[in-house]
């Protein structure tokens, strides 16, 4: 195939390159976007760094152009509005390292209309709290899913009222046209995800989502032919907003789910197939809903976390789950927050000199690398274990200790630098250097360098605060 991006054959829209995007635009190189030419604002554009808009010396036709060239692959969906929006999709490419992945998978967690007043309150309230901080970073669920399990238009309708106030954007689950219109009407102000339209359903919950203008779930289990069918359907009543649910089956494994996940977003990215176009729903909470006898709580909690991890590894853009045990979600949080790092960025943290506890002139110095996986473990393990220490930090592109050992960034000379720069000498009247084990080839360079005493602490950090106590105790 060699079809131009921004040019549509057959139904085909492939993604523009940066030249296609080039020919777009104005071609002055006047700088007035703050990038020296025109190339430079259609490279940028290309990866993603810059908004059409920037470009001040196009109509509106001409950037209109430019907006449908660089429209990614598969379509960006918002849910909920305002401050407690999410976007889902807009990914552009198969495997990360050809660039990124865009907006991370949203984790949805579902309350049923049947449960007790002060179950649903409960729920509601785990969902919307859990939280927990990695490498910086603050990890939380997405939204709330509320199903329609009790069939009931009524149920449904007052459990819709219950989360109308929620600080997450809504999901509403039923397939029943008169219980998602009763919710509609009281939250329908909000753009919830409808879920869902079927073939049986089609056109009552098409005219439910038009009116309302909301974004709807296409579920068809099992049948992409008959997906596109209907997808096509939706389109030509003017419904862009579409997610795709083809089913999540667990019973006999994984695989059959997989490959369709996977077919679907190779027909989006690869064929640009406009029927395939948008994001993807996974349900890994069919373990709860149809495998009520089978197992715990403990095996289910178990086994959805690893269907959700499976889903999301193979392009899941927003996933229902049920379990609300952090044991069970902090594995599936911390994959999302790894697949959903740009591979082309360093996860590095500001270098310098960083401070724990109470300080004197005594105070130990260690040192570390700017990689953020690695500075917050250590400074995780420096706080619980209430050290009292100064922390250099050196810069080494975001990579670890080890990794820029070999890499040449973590040298005598750079610690020597950063010894100077840092002020350090100034604050602590000694001049001894504590190195993480796996900087230990470096040792005798950094001693040559600086002039500092170098002696080589633990390898895992966590041994930090013990190591630092020793030598406390050994200094008496
Ligand atoms: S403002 Fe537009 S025309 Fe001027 S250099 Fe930037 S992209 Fe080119």
Redo the contacts with the bound molecule.
């Keep these: 195939m060699d079809y131009r991006a921004g040019e549509l054959k057959g139904g085909i829209k492939l993604r523009a390159t940066v030249m296609d995007i080039y020919r777009l635009?104005?071609?002055?190189?006047?700088?007035?976007?703050?990038?020296?030419?025109?190339m430079?604002?259609?490279t940028k554009l290309n990866e993603k760094e810059v908004e059409p808009i920037?470009?001040?010396?196009?109509a509106e036709k001409e950037r209109e152009k430019v907006e449908d060239a660089i429209a990614p692959a598969v379509r960006e969906v918002v849910i909920g509005t305002g401050d407690k929006a999410i976007t889902i999709g807009g990914d552009e490419v198969m495997y990360r390292y050809e660039l990124t992945f865009y907006n991370p998978t949203a984790l949805v967690i579902e309350v049923s209309d049947d449960l007790s007043e002060e179950e649903f309150d409960a729920k509601v309230k785990t969902i919307e709290n859990i939280e927990f901080e990695r490498t910086g970073e603050l990890l939380k669920l997405s939204a709330i899913a509320v199903r329609n399990k009790s069939g009931d238009v009524e149920k449904f309708a007052k459990a819709t009222e219950k989360v109308k106030n929620s600080k997450l954007p809504l999901v509403l689950c039923s397939f029943n046209p008169d219980a998602m219109k009763a919710a509609l009407e009281i939250v329908g102000d909000q753009r919830p995800l409808i879920y869902g339209a079927t073939e049986y359903n089609l056109e009552n919950m098409a005219d439910l989502a038009l009116e309302y203008k909301c974004p709807i779930t296409l579920f068809v289990p099992h049948d992409l032919e008959k997906m596109k069918e209907l997808s096509y359907n939706l389109r030509s009543e003017g419904i862009n907003d579409i997610v795709l649910d083809p089913g999540t089956y667990v019973r006999e494994g994984t695989g059959d789910t997989l490959d369709e996940f996977i077919m679907i977003r190779r027909l989006a990215v690869e064929k640009g197939d406009p029927d395939f176009r948008f994001p993807i729903m996974g349900v890994p909470a069919v373990h709860w809903i149809y495998e009520s006898g089978l197992g715990t709580m403990v095996d289910k909690g178990i086994r959805e976390a690893v269907t959700a991890a499976k889903l999301m590894n193979s392009y899941a853009d927003i996933l229902i789950m049920h379990g609300t045990e952090i044991w069970e979600l902090i594995p599936v949080l911390t994959l999302r927050q790894g697949l959903y790092t740009d591979p082309r960025k360093p996860q590095a943290v500001d270098p310098g000199l960083y401070t724990f506890g109470e300080l004197d002139e005594n105070t130990p110095v260690l040192l570390t690398t700017n990689f953020s996986l690695t500075f917050y473990t250590v400074e995780g393990d420096l706080k619980s274990g209430d050290a009292n220490c100064y922390l250099l930090v050196l810069d080494t592109d975001g990579r670890a200790v080890d990794v820029s050992v070999a890499g040449n960034q973590f040298t005598g000379k750079a610690v020597a630098d950063l010894i100077k720069e840092s002020g350090i000498e100034d604050k602590v009247s000694h001049r001894k250097l504590i190195i993480p084990g796996l900087g230990a080839p470096v040792s005798g360079d950094i001693e040559d360098e600086s002039g500092w005493e170098v002696a080589v602490g633990p390898r895992d950090s966590s041994q930090a605060p013990d190591y630092l106590n020793k030598i406390k105790e050994e200094a008496k």
């Design positions: 635009l104005p071609k002055t190189n006047c700088g007035k976007c703050g990038e020296a030419s025109c430079a604002f259609a920037q470009c001040t010396q196009m």
